[in-house]
């Protein structure tokens, strides 16, 4: 019972992919729909075969876009929110406080970059 429990789960992750894939496809490139069928079922039919039979970790933030939401909480900081912030973006209040410290440190940073004129030496 376990097992068919499994696949289902895994059908409908791929399901996700093959739809969210057509539909941004279409909407955001304007390609027709039996490409975009095409394209999807190459996508899924190749991540089968590669990664078949392996337990993947996805995490809920993009690694590109990472940056982006560490800029943006240290921005809505203001001293007195930690714990919001941390709730904003499901985050522990830990995770919260590393992030503000790295923001702090990058920014501290850019500054005496742009003091110095960026120029080594």
Do not use: H
């Not at 496809?25 to 394209?39: M, T």
């Not at 079922?41 to 590109?64: D, M, N, S």
Request: aromatic share 6%; proline share 3%; with cysteine.
């Amino acid at each position: 019972m376990r097992r068919r429990t499994k696949d289902w789960a895994a059908s409908a992750f791929l399901q996700t992919i093959l739809d969210t894939g057509k539909s941004v496809i279409i909407n955001e490139l304007s390609v027709d729909q039996p490409v975009a069928d095409r394209v999807m079922e190459r996508i899924v039919e190749t991540l089968c075969r590669e990664l078949g039979g392996a337990q993947c970790y996805f995490p809920k933030i993009p690694p590109w876009s990472l940056a982006r939401r560490d800029v943006l909480i240290a921005s809505k900081f203001d001293g007195t929110n930690l714990e919001a912030l941390a709730k904003e973006f499901e985050l522990t209040n830990r995770q919260a406080r590393i992030i503000l410290e790295s923001e702090r440190v990058r920014r501290k940073e850019v500054r005496a970059a742009t003091v110095c004129g960026g120029v080594d030496g």
